[in-house]
């Protein structure tokens, strides 16, 4: 069923003659075949949006439907790999045509002639439900990739074949002739099914103090990061990607400015994966748009990467998913739609940016998976870049309302280079009350108090500081200023990490508590010692601040020991100033 083309308006146009096709099918638009997207119908007119750029198109040129929505290949072969929008290889398709893309290059996403060593774990006669894990490939040294039964596919086995295979070759055959091989494929639009949903109790582990302590997150949870030009949005997404407790990150870049996107195409394989010392790629999917791709592919990548995202979850793995930035996505939704001369919402957005952004982030989650065994996780982390650092601006608001932390980056810490610059006072996280639970637990009974303490410390600080603004610093009770130097510890030593420190770049909650409890028994001796006769000055000549600013460089393993060393010191030294 053929269309023509009737009008052309950047990526969207207009067919007529696609009477039969129905909304979301992926079409071929004009000589070239470029690849396009239903995303209107009226009457006899079917709006495209075009994944390719569209100059040189002529009206009257044909549009054919391709009868499928737009779907993504998945299989051996998607870690390490780095896709368009539209999940094209990107340095297969370089390779192919040069530096640039030509338009309506289809090349498929994964590598047909790949051959992979297949290692059965169903046998003859067996019975498949979907989800199932049929067999795994060691697609890299890091992870197992498991080969799971189709959703919506079930049947009884006739003959399973081990050894290597490409990944369109059958490797289990049904009783009914039907047969499975190792690439499956989904439309991005949908979610993949899986059995049921697991409750946010454990937590999704950042190796940030900042995160971890003051705003953590669930596995299977959602958070937001706006924060204005250069407050380190990017660099914390690729801290996350490196550290956090993810088996599998997939990354989503949507770059306005072309040397965005060349930074991460450049950065990401040069990353170590500081759990083997192997690349980090080997357990990565980046998903890029470069500013000279057009706007309908970037509209699409998200649901590329999440479609990724649940794929490995269906496996039993935790995937961080991290998206730089949704801004750049809903610029592309924007412009999509100004060209669809829809009506403009709040600042030329269209009216369902919040919809959009809510069915994106509601993919997220702890699930067991279809096959019923064990458990896997999506996560996903969207940068956003509201313009001027104005956080009411429509995309952050819009998500704000569906996720369910915001780790606000403030621009005043940014420019004092407090790194990772979380404002701590605009940011906050609905899962910490699960959450508690876990990190009792886990890193100590006393986690809740300690953090609760301290952000009542940071609370105090911000209160003293206004009145410090208005009558000095003098005017103040040495209480006080001690409350003051305790914050400034707390903050300088605790909240702030440096990304490029060997050992503090990632921090375990069990050193994160010790910290916590030497900083917080400081603030509390000093401020003992102080009403027992001991003099402000005194305590501050102890030079215990340079031992505590230093807590984030020790070693993990030695943190007990060297914490145990100092709290003695802490007490012996504030005790001797008792005495004297
Ligand atoms: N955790 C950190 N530790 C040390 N330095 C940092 C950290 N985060 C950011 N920086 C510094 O800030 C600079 C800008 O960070 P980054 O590129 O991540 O900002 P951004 O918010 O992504 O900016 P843009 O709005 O341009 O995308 C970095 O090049 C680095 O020098
Ligand atoms: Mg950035």
Redesign the pocket.
């Known amino acids: 069923m053929d269309g023509r083309i009737v009008k052309i308006s950047g990526p969207a146009v207009v067919a007529n003659g696609l009477e039969e096709a129905g909304l979301n099918e992926v079409v071929r638009v004009g000589h070239e075949r470029l690849m396009g997207e239903i995303i209107r119908i009226r009457g006899a007119l079917a709006t495209l949006q075009v994944y390719e750029e569209t100059t040189g198109l002529a009206l009257g040129e044909p549009v054919v439907s391709t009868g499928e929505p737009l779907t993504v290949e998945l299989g051996p072969g998607l870690l390490g790999q780095i896709f368009d929008g539209i999940q094209r290889p990107l340095p297969a398709l370089a390779a192919l045509a040069g530096d640039f893309l030509r338009r309506g290059i289809a090349h498929p996403a994964l590598d047909r002639q790949k051959r992979w060593r297949f290692e059965p774990k169903v046998a003859t006669g067996d019975r498949l439900t979907e989800g199932q894990i049929i067999g795994v490939v060691r697609e890299t040294a890091g992870l197992a990739h498991r080969i799971l039964v189709p959703p919506g596919v079930s049947g009884t086995i006739r003959e399973v074949k081990p050894g290597e295979a490409a990944v369109t070759d059958p490797v289990v055959v049904l009783e009914d002739g039907r047969q499975l091989s190792m690439l499956q494929r989904w439309p991005v639009r949908r979610r993949r099914p899986f059995r049921r949903r697991l409750t946010p109790e454990l937590p999704f582990l950042t190796g940030q103090r900042v995160l971890d302590c003051f705003f953590p997150i669930a596995a299977g949870g959602t958070a937001i990061i706006p924060g204005g030009f250069g407050t380190g ?2 660099v914390l997404e690729q801290t996350l990607a490196k550290f956090a407790a993810a088996d599998v990150i997939v990354f989503v870049g949507c770059g306005e400015r072309g040397n ?1 996107m060349s930074e991460v195409l450049s950065d990401f394989p040069h990353l170590e994966d500081p759990r083997t010392g192997a690349p980090l790629m080997d357990r990565t999917v980046l998903v890029v748009n470069t500013s000279n791709m057009p706007v309908a592919a970037r509209e699409a990548s998200i649901y590329t990467g999440i479609t990724i995202a649940e794929y490995f979850r269906d496996m039993g793995y935790h995937v961080a998913l991290t998206v ?2 949704t801004s750049r996505w809903a610029e592309a939704l924007r412009e999509v739609s100004s060209r669809l001369e829809e009506m403009p919402g709040e600042e030329g957005y269209p009216t369902y940016l919040a919809t959009r952004l809510g069915q994106f982030y509601e993919r997220a989650g702890r699930v067991v998976p279809l096959g019923g065994d064990g458990e896997g996780a999506v996560t996903v982390v969207g ?1 956003v ?1 509201p313009p001027g650092g104005d956080f009411s601006e429509p995309v952050t608001q819009a998500s704000l309302r569906v996720t369910g932390a915001l780790w606000a980056l403030s621009t005043d810490l940014a420019y004092r280079r407090h790194f990772p610059a979380i404002d701590w006072a605009q940011s906050f996280t609905l899962y910490a009350e699960r959450l508690q639970e876990w990190f009792a637990r886990e890193a100590g009974a006393e986690w809740v108090a300690l953090r609760e303490e301290a952000m009542r410390l940071l609370q105090r600080e911000r209160e003293l500081q206004e009145i410090v603004q208005l009558v000095g610093l003098e005017a103040i009770q040495d209480q006080e200023r001690i409350v003051i130097e305790s914050a400034r510890l707390l903050r300088e030593g605790f909240l702030r990490q440096s990304a490029f420190h060997e050992v503090d770049a990632s921090c375990p909650p069990g050193k994160a508590l010790w910290m916590l409890r030497l900083l917080l028994h400081f603030s509390w001796s000093a401020a003992r010692s102080l009403s027992e006769g001991v003099s402000l000055a005194a305590i501050l000549e102890t030079r215990l601040d340079e031992r505590l600013l230093r807590l984030g460089e020790v070693p993990p393993g030695e943190m007990e020991t060297i914490g145990s060393a100092l709290m003695t010191e802490i007490d012996e030294t504030l005790k001797r100033l008792r005495g004297s």
């Open positions: 949005k990017t965005e730089d930035s940068a870049s």
